[in-house]
């Protein structure tokens, strides 16, 4: 299995809602990412996490909050969040952060009214 | 701080030339990436180039680093309406990890007939 899956591939939330995405691998990973992607941008680090611990937070604010239950699996749980949180969000892994590359995942169009 | 700065960040082509992108950084680094996307999609890995004179061809896309020069290259061989796509390059400063990862701001490919 050499692929980085995310689900679901599209959310709609209110700003009251709460919601989760959900990113898997099964390389045996032991670095997991997650980026935010506005509309015609690069993409943005949010959050890195090394062997299950979270080794980065890039000033990431509060209403989104990480998980990574084990080594395959990653989430990002959503809360109260402001309709400029509308982006497309990666989940990316690589074998170690000194690897060489990050595999990217579909992604998840997040859409917030 | 490490930047990333791609030239030109807006590209129309008709099929069947040839044309260069540019990607120049600003700091030390030995792994510079390419990624191609396509609207509403995630990034596909096209190019790992990992030391100086690297150079790497796939289709009609080659790239290669100078890192000397702190310079990229991913120059595109008779373009096809397919090639079209935002194309990213992305560098990890020298002895940083996979959480550096630093984006360009991308180059907006468009092939004509």
New interface residues.
């Given amino acids: 299995d050499t692929e980085v899956t995310q689900t679901p591939k599209h959310l709609v939330m209110g700003m009251t809602n709460k919601k989760s995405l959900k990113c898997e691998q099964h390389m045996g990973h032991r670095a997991m990412y997650w980026y935010k992607q506005k509309a015609k941008k690069p993409p943005e680090l949010m959050f890195v996490y090394s062997y299950e611990k979270l080794s980065i937070n890039e000033s990431v604010p509060s209403r989104f909050s990480p998980e990574c239950p084990n080594s395959s699996l990653l989430n990002l749980h959503l809360h109260a969040l402001q309709p400029e949180d509308s982006a497309l969000y990666l989940c990316a892994s690589s074998l170690t952060d000194r690897a060489y590359e990050q595999y990217f995942g579909p992604g998840t169009r997040l859409t917030v009214t | 701080e490490l930047k990333v700065e791609q030239n030109p960040l807006f590209l129309s082509m008709q099929e069947g030339k040839n044309y260069t992108i540019y990607c120049n950084y600003s700091t030390t680094s030995d792994?510079l990436?390419w990624y191609r996307q396509d609207p509403?999609?995630?990034?596909?890995?096209l190019f790992?180039l990992?030391s100086n004179g690297a150079v790497k061809q796939e289709g009609r896309l080659m790239a290669s680093l100078d890192t000397k020069a702190r310079l990229s290259t991913l120059h595109i061989t008779a373009a096809v309406h397919d090639l079209s796509a935002t194309y990213?390059c992305?560098v990890v400063p020298y002895g940083g990890?996979?959480?550096n990862?630093i984006?360009?701001?991308?180059t907006?490919l468009s092939v004509k007939p």
């Fill in positions: 792994r990436y509403g999609k995630s990034l596909e890995s790992v990992l990213f992305a990890s996979q959480g990862l984006f360009g701001k991308g907006k």
